[in-house]
């Protein structure tokens, strides 16, 4: 399957009908991706894990801007988009500008929400809306010791 970047929801439900006509299991992991390490590696790959095909939905610079501060993001959109797609795991990526994937979750209606282990299940913020469309909420990855903004600024301090 190519990897696809998708900036257009719509669109990418289209695409991911045609996944779940042929029984395919949908995964749907979320995050601004700002400057990728090796949680955000093991994250996606233990999201695949859940299902078949995996979607990750990357914040928009100005939704990243609001949820990371002044001066984040440091990578564009348009780049964060295609080194996460260049990801083994992934399938599909949508830049999105929510805070959070809540109208993804509710058009796509994923299979399975993959979040980090920086959350619990029941404390993720779209748990509502996934378990109202049928969607199991998954905490997935390894222990949160990796973050972009403690990177971040470990290299400001060299």
Same mark, same amino acid.
């Given at each position: 399957? $190519? @990897? ?6 719509n !669109?990418?439900?289209?695409a991911?009908a045609?996944?779940?006509?042929k ?5 749907l992991?979320? +995050?601004?991706?700002d400057v990728?390490?090796?949680g955000?590696?093991? /994250?996606?790959?233990?999201?695949a894990?859940?299902?078949d ?6 914040n928009?610079?100005?939704s990243?801007?609001?949820? $990371?501060?002044? +001066?984040?993001?440091?990578v ?5 988009a295609e ?8 399938? /599909?990526?949508?830049?999105? +500008?929510?805070d959070?994937?809540d ?8 299979d399975f929400?993959a979040? =980090?282990?920086? /959350? !619990?299940a029941e =404390?993720?913020? !779209?748990?509502?809306?996934?378990e109202?469309? =049928?969607c @199991?909420?998954?905490i997935? +990855?390894? @222990? ?11 290299i400001k301090r060299?």
């Amino acid at each position: 399957m $190519k @990897k696809i970047i998708y900036d257009d929801l719509n !669109e990418l439900v289209k695409a991911v009908a045609v996944d779940k006509n042929k029984g395919k299991r949908i995964v749907l992991a979320n +995050g601004c991706f700002d400057v990728i390490h090796v949680g955000h590696v093991r /994250y996606l790959e233990a999201a695949a894990e859940l299902g078949d095909v995996l979607i990750v939905a990357v914040n928009d610079d100005t939704s990243t801007s609001r949820l $990371k501060g002044a +001066g984040r993001p440091l990578v564009p959109q348009s780049e964060r988009a295609e080194i996460v797609s260049a990801l083994r795991p992934v399938d /599909y990526v949508l830049v999105f +500008g929510d805070d959070t994937v809540d109208e993804i979750i509710k058009e796509i209606k994923p299979d399975f929400h993959a979040k =980090g282990t920086d /959350y !619990e299940a029941e =404390g993720v913020p !779209e748990f509502d809306t996934a378990e109202g469309v =049928g969607c @199991k909420t998954v905490i997935v +990855g390894d @222990k949160k010791d990796h973050s972009s903004t403690d990177l971040i600024e470990k290299i400001k301090r060299g």
